[in-house]
């Protein structure tokens, strides 16, 4: 600060908050807080989106004092490796903190958004109470809650634009959650109910959106029958997004006509998905829109390469595509040929247990996407094989890349032809793939591939390693490079304590890090708690055996290991199976 | 054949494969291992021993073995990484078909339905309708009201089906005739 000259009073606040509404970032607005005290008060005072990308990094009450005016928030709670059961049930992120929180400071909160966190029904009921002017309700891969909840924020908020509920438990245990949106209501823009386990009253759902001019966003859930899409079309043809319900009927020439022209009927459908159960007799009846369809969603779908072949083909203007691995290599290179506007790709897996009946869908369907579709740039991609040519290909054609998710199924798999690790591959993929921001490993891979990552991949945020690497080495080498890493997993890895120690301080740059059946010590995780007070050292171990964690000698191994930088200190609410190392 | 030794984990992959830099790496084989490594005493041994060592490959597959051994089974947690969600979502969308197969009298060649499509008695009876050839009697088409559906029941008994709610009698799985 230049001493003694507050140029910060050059303009008046309002002057400054005007050109920081321009910054669109946090980041940005993080760094032009720090410039000097005056921009610190007036940025605070002005900020009215907040991203907190872990529950317990901040307390809720700090957050909301100092950002009072905020008006939407987005915020985030168990760790990535929750979604594959690798983190204890009970292990935390329970959302009543914040709610509670912002409930007192942010009276006018209008948008709520939360991933992977425990949300009650008491927190659903508080929300619906306590916001006057809520419109947005985003909850995804969230449990807790019962349609119970649902009833008390269809029942109270007025103005509610958006209840979109993507893959959450929720308990069923209110029918009629859904007649409790008043009569009166009518704000309605996005309503995606697919995770959804019960009933829906359909002629209930049919009056809701009849009532709603707005609504862009329909996704139902499994139980709403084909028949009854019909009249749920008929009622919002100006709908952009659409999940169907149950896809499957016996073939009855009338109800395949109906759907026919209900579906042409929706002249705006960009994107589609939902498709249960679908067979190749209802399919014909969304041809009249694939032209104009942006995002298409068959991953739920056990249709065949085939019916999805003639699918697709009529979609030239996809940019995003998720679909089965029926769709075998076959498929994807008339997906290559057919979609030239395509960004995004994920092939999921249709059978990831067993290998009940060989699916032709390696190397080649990568390939012949990677080279036909010149504006893709994240892929999540389950298969059997994998050859380092086949990646270096795809690294070839796809500089671009932003997101590259590869999944070889059976673990410590190599090049199938040379029977090589499987490190030359990826390596290709990061020394080409300058702004790569995520990256998920799979295969036979040594330290090598590390060295090449730690080396250049200088964008990448979140790195996913399971069952890779020959020693401490390979961790070393992500740890010492990798400059703007935030979220780092590891499972079955045999990376130990001293990359760990050695790289302590860039644990603080990085939002998280996550090491599961590893080769980690509690002594050395009890020298990392001592040595970095802004982190948080959670050990986790669920096989109570023997003594107390607190009691356990320094080389007694860890399960599974979470360390999160933190400005909050120890959380309080730790299960059981949580020690938190100080 | 080719005979070959080597040193390795009992339940490992017979022939070890070199790493990088030259050390031994026996790469598991789930499909033949398991059965021998649970009837194996000695294995618990080897996984005591390996922990006491520094062998980092040694170690990786100790944990696999002890992945093995505790579960019992060979599927390890939470691999491959497909959401808990979407797994649940495949079982009950995958379409579970309830098949029967209906021949007609006088028609040869049979056909099958799928009762799941189906929520009443009227709805198969529309689509019975609809896959056999009406008969024609006098010169008339006659309609469907004239056929009569029955099915073989456990007893080996051919009954008149409509008699039982429609809900239960979904749960047999049994060949109809149209007469």
């Known amino acids: 600060m230049v001493g003694g000259f507050r140029w910060a009073a050059m303009f008046p606040d309002e002057v400054w908050e005007h050109v920081f509404s321009f910054l669109p970032a946090d980041a940005d607005r993080n760094a032009a807080a720090l410039v000097c005290r005056a921009w610190y008060r007036i940025e605070r005072r002005s900020r009215w989106r907040v991203f907190v990308g872990n529950c317990y990094a901040v307390e809720p009450a700090a957050a909301v004092r100092r950002f009072p005016e905020v008006r939407a928030a987005a915020i985030k709670g168990k760790p990535h490796f929750a979604d594959f059961n690798l983190v204890p049930s009970d292990w935390g992120g329970g959302a009543e903190a914040w709610v509670e929180a912002m409930a007192e400071g942010w009276p006018h909160l209008e948008e709520l958004r939360l991933k992977r966190m425990v949300v009650s029904d008491d927190c659903l009921e508080l929300i619906a109470r306590c916001f006057k002017n809520f419109k947005v309700l985003s909850l995804v891969s969230c449990e807790g809650f019962s349609t119970a909840g649902l009833a008390a924020i269809a029942a109270n908020c007025r103005n509610l634009r958006e209840l979109d509920l993507h893959e959450n438990e929720v308990e069923d245990n209110c029918l009629h959650w859904m007649s409790h949106f008043p009569e009166s209501f009518a704000s309605l823009v996005t309503l995606n109910i697919a995770c959804l386990e019960g009933e829906v009253n359909v002629s209930v759902l049919e009056r809701l959106i009849g009532r709603c001019p707005n609504l862009k966003t329909l996704r139902l859930n499994h139980s709403v029958p084909l028949e009854r899409l019909v009249g749920l079309l008929h009622r919002v043809p100006q709908l952009v997004d659409l999940g169907t319900g149950k896809f499957a009927a016996q073939h009855h020439p009338e109800l395949f006509s109906k759907l026919e022209s209900a579906i042409a009927g929706c002249k705006n459908l960009k994107s589609l998905s939902g498709f249960w159960e679908a067979g190749p007799t209802y399919l014909p009846a969304i041809y009249s829109v694939c032209e104009g369809l942006t995002s298409l969603n068959l991953s739920y779908a056990t249709l065949q390469g085939p019916e999805l072949i003639k699918l697709i083909s009529r979609c030239k203007n996809l940019q995003r595509l998720w679909v089965m691995d029926l769709i075998e290599d ?102 080409s793939c300058k702004h790569l921001r995520r990256l998920s490993l799979s295969g036979l891979l040594t330290d090598l591939v590390f060295k090449s990552i730690g080396a250049s991949a200088n964008c990448l945020e979140m790195l996913s390693v399971a069952f890779a690497g020959d020693g401490d080495a390979g961790l070393h080498y992500i740890l010492s490079g990798c400059k703007n890493l935030r979220k780092l997993e590891i499972r079955d890895c045999p990376f130990g304590d ?56 320094d080389n007694c191994p860890v399960e599974k290991l979470y360390i999160y930088r933190t400005v909050a200190g120890p959380r309080s609410d730790t299960p059981s199976c949580v020690w938190i190392l100080r | 054949m080719e005979l070959e030794l080597g040193l390795a984990l009992p339940g490992s992959d017979r022939t070890p494969e070199l790493g990088v830099h030259g050390e031994k790496r026996a790469s598991l084989c789930r499909k033949r291992g398991v059965d021998e490594m649970l009837a194996k005493a000695t294995l618990p041994l080897f996984i005591q021993k390996d922990n006491d060592e520094d062998g980092d490959d040694d170690s990786r597959q100790s944990k696999h073995l002890q992945e093995l051994n505790f579960s019992g089974s060979r599927v390890l947690v939470g691999w491959p990484p497909v959401k808990m969600w979407r797994r649940k979502s495949d079982d009950c969308g995958r379409r579970r078909a309830n098949c029967v197969k209906v021949n007609m009298e006088g028609v040869a060649i049979g056909r099958k339905v799928d009762l799941c499509l189906h929520d009443s008695y009227q709805a198969l009876f529309l689509t019975l309708g609809q896959m056999f050839p009406k008969k024609q009697h006098d010169g008339e088409e006659s ?33 109809k005739k149209a007469k």
């Open chain 2, 143 to 175: 309609d469907a009201a004239y056929y009569k559906v029955t099915y073989e029941d456990e007893d080996g008994d051919w009954m008149l089906v409509g008699d039982v709610p429609w809900e239960l009698s979904v749960l047999k799985h049994q060949h």
């Open chain 1, 330 to 431: 076959d498929g994807l290179i008339a997906v290559a040929a057919s979609c030239k506007l395509l960004q995004e790709l994920r092939v999921f897996p249709s059978d990831p247990y067993g290998a009940a009946q060989p699916i032709s869908l390696t190397e080649h369907g990568l390939v012949a996407i990677s080279a036909g579709c010149p504006m893709l740039h994240s892929v999540l991609y389950f298969c059997r094989q994998m050859t380092n040519a086949a990646l270096l290909t795809v690294a070839k054609n796809c500089p671009n890349f932003t997101c590259f998710r590869l999944c070889i199924m059976e673990p410590h798999t190599p090049d199938y032809i040379t029977r090589q690790p499987l490190d030359a591959g990826f390596s290709a993929i990061v020394e």
């Open chain 1, 498 to 553: 001293k990359p760990l120690l050695d790289n302590a301080a860039k644990l603080e740059t990085m939002r998280s890090l996550w090491m599961s059946s590893c080769s980690v010590t509690l002594g050395a995780c009890r020298q990392l708690a001592r040595k970095m007070p802004l982190l948080n050292v959670e050990v986790i171990n669920e096989r109570k055996r023997g003594l107390p964690l607190e009691l356990q000698p």
